[in-house]
């Protein structure tokens, strides 16, 4: 799995014109967390790039602002660790903790 380090207020703006051409999922990973560390491990193992989602991963604890802004410019509730899908500059799907399934965001983009 070849993640994308998210770690600007800039970069957002980017994702959302990503988007439009590819879904992106942003997993927002707090590295002082054995349940992230567990999610972030499954999705890993579970990834398979021919699903053509672009992935960014966030640490949260080094980036605790973007993690807010973030929050904020999808509208949704801050989690941890949490995984968004963004498309077409929207988020339209996010999970969290032990939900957090590589199955159900391919699911979600192939509807």
Not at 48 to 68: F, H, T
């Amino acid at each position: 799995m070849n993640w994308n380090i998210l770690n600007s207020e800039a970069q957002l703006e980017a994702i959302k014109q990503e988007s439009a051409d590819q879904p992106v999922m942003i997993f927002k990973h707090s590295t002082r967390c054995s349940i992230s560390a567990m999610a972030l491990s499954r999705m890993e193992r579970n990834w398979k790039e021919e699903a053509g989602i672009k992935p960014y991963y966030l640490d949260l604890i080094s980036y605790r602002s973007l993690s807010n802004k973030i929050a904020d410019e999808f509208d949704i509730d801050h989690q941890s660790p949490q995984v968004l899908l963004i498309q077409d500059g929207k988020c339209v799907y996010d999970a969290s903790h032990m939900s957090i399934s590589f199955d159900d965001l391919k699911q979600q983009v192939a509807a």
